[in-house]
């Protein structure tokens, strides 16, 4: 049945897209599940986790800079590329291929502003501790 | 004055005749369109075709190839083409010639195109493995709110301006817009003859599909997981191709009205002999079809609270059929959704669509012109060949005959952009080179 599988398949651990490259396309998850991580310089922070049906790598599709994160295979996972040139040409002959991609950015623009409000918040309460602390000591 | 109230609006009813792809793809569109803007529709597909029955009770008829444009749009609209509908992924096709044959392989290595049957598959198949290709698109349309009428339509009349469709059990239903999507391979055209429409048929051409059962194996062994295109000196033959599908290959010839001559001198060929198991018998096969495909556009494929959208209307001259009914389908929900349902509407903002696909085939004529002329001589073959094999070796980026064959033959990009490749001057001084060589070499 795996005949009519589409796209490329990539194994556990094996990188997609890596941090700092040049990109000229984007990606949609057929089966299985990559995570996006930011190479520090002495560590890796993993940002998300992206599954079936989800897309990554969209910003290279709008912008001209490198890729700003490292994307890995989650176990075997199979992706197919969208080229820019393909994608850009049919936007322009149907905008509303763009829904959906609109769709997306717009629910992760209110799931980080959800992480940076929670981290500020964390951030607050450390460098103010609660004065009945005090009053304990 | 009237033309103005011609909206969509909550309660708002539509009507879809023929439920393949365009079908499908139009009712998908709106029911989304329609979500997205709060607007509640109701919507029926009339389709008697029953998509889990093998052979013509749930085949529409095509050489099934989904083109890489295709499969990326799809994916990127939220539609996955799963493993259980797509029969094969295609990452790569062979062309044949008596000069010799060149693998080209696709550019990033992945299987981007998809080898599907209509239906779930041909007339004597034992075990349905796959899921029929319309079959899978139906089902995402019901998923959004779309109703099956397995009924075929006997008669449309017209009250109060809309359109009242009978199909033989049913009572009649109103609709505020008839999308039609018939396809040209059925009787449907005579529903219209008395609705006084500015519309006219697309001119056509019989074309030819059959289907050998070879077996996973077998398949895998000879034809793998490439096209295999023919270029052969054979009157009238524009294109053949040998797919590769789950079991079954299937050989699709398109030209001027294939017949019987033709496909013995095409089958009897060593070149297609070849890419069978030895002493295989090329005159039985397993299912058979010789479905028209249009040739030309309608003459006006839309009129108030009407839109014929698909091969009925406008399609791609000879490749990527439903590639062009997700195209046309695509612009006609868009106008409904936002623009309204005159005939203002849709010349405004349906037909600029189907225009650049009519203009695009013109391309597309000069470039089967030029493929007829390059079948017809044997030194412009060789250097066709010659070009591609070393572009192929080189592994580098400038693949300029492999790409426009590539494109030609899968349809995967549009005729005029890969006209404008073979006026390139480095493509034309490597083909000149070639074609040089190929007559003193």
């Known amino acids: 049945m795996d005949t009519g599988a589409l796209g490329k398949v990539y194994q556990n651990g094996e990188v997609i897209v890596r941090q700092g490259e040049v990109g000229d396309c984007m990606f949609v998850i057929q089966e299985g599940e990559v995570e996006i991580i930011a190479e520090m310089e002495d560590c890796e922070v993993r940002l998300a986790v992206r599954k079936e049906g989800d897309f990554f790598g969209e910003m290279a599709i709008f912008e001209r800079d490198v890729r700003m994160a490292t994307v890995r295979a989650l176990g075997e996972v199979r992706v197919l590329t969208v080229d820019k040139k393909n994608f850009l040409r049919r936007i322009h002959e149907d905008p509303s291929l763009a829904f959906r991609l609109v769709e997306t950015m717009s629910s992760r623009i209110r799931e980080l502003s959800e992480e940076v409000a929670q981290h500020k918040e964390t951030r607050e309460q450390i460098e103010e501790p609660d004065p009945c602390d005090d009053q304990i000591e | ?441």
Request: aromatic share 8%.
């Open chain 2, 1 to 441: 004055m009237e033309n103005q109230n011609l909206k969509l609006d909550d309660g708002s009813r539509i009507g879809v005749i023929g439920g393949g792809p365009a079908g499908s793809f139009f009712s998908i569109f709106v029911l989304d369109m329609a979500r997205r803007m709060g607007i509640d529709l109701h919507l029926d597909i009339y389709e008697p075709r029953d998509y889990t029955s093998p052979g013509p009770k749930g085949c529409n008829m095509c050489g099934g190839i989904i083109s890489e444009t295709l499969v990326q749009n799809l994916a990127t609209e939220g539609i996955n083409l799963p493993p259980s509908v797509v029969q094969r992924g295609i990452d790569s096709y062979v062309m044949h010639m008596d000069v010799g044959s060149v693998r080209i392989d696709t550019p990033l290595q992945e299987k981007r195109i998809g080898a599907v049957h209509r239906g779930p598959g041909p007339r004597d198949v034992k075990e349905i493995k796959w899921a029929s290709f319309d079959g899978h698109l139906q089902s995402l349309a019901i998923g959004r709110g779309a109703n099956i009428v397995k009924e075929r339509v006997s008669e449309i009349g017209r009250v109060d301006g809309k359109f009242q469709i009978k199909s033989r059990s049913g009572s009649p239903e109103t609709y505020d817009l008839l999308a039609v999507a018939t396809g040209i391979n059925t009787g449907a055209m005579r529903l219209f003859e008395n609705l006084d429409l500015p519309f006219e048929p697309p001119s056509t051409t019989k074309t030819f599909i059959c289907e050998f059962f070879l077996g996973l194996d077998q398949i895998e062994q000879i034809l793998g997981s490439s096209m295999h295109v023919f270029l052969l000196d054979l009157p009238r033959l524009e294109f053949a191709a040998i797919i590769p599908k789950g079991d079954y290959a299937s050989v699709c010839m398109l030209g001027d009205e294939i017949d019987k001559e033709l496909i013995e001198s095409f089958m009897g060929s060593n070149e297609v002999k070849d890419r069978f198991p030895p002493q295989w018998n090329l005159k039985v096969f397993n299912c058979q079809c010789s479905p028209r495909i249009a040739m030309t556009s309608a003459r006006q494929p839309f009129d108030d609270r009407i839109v014929f959208i698909g091969d009925i209307g406008v399609t791609r001259l000879y490749k990527d059929g439903i590639g062009a009914a997700y195209r046309v389908a695509k612009a006609a929900a868009t106008t409904v959704i936002f623009q309204g349902l005159s005939g203002e509407d849709f010349k405004e903002h349906y037909w600029p669509t189907c225009r650049n696909i009519e203009i695009d085939n013109s391309i597309g004529k000069i470039i089967f012109m030029v493929t007829e002329l390059i079948q017809k001589s044997k030194i412009a073959r060789r250097a066709v060949l010659r070009m591609t094999a070393a572009e192929q070796k080189e592994d580098g980026p400038q693949m300029r005959m492999s790409t426009v064959l590539w494109d030609t033959f899968t349809g995967s990009a549009p005729y005029r952009e890969i006209f404008l490749r073979t006026l390139h001057p480095v493509f034309l001084l490597r083909l000149f080179g070639n074609l040089a060589r190929s007559l003193f070499g």
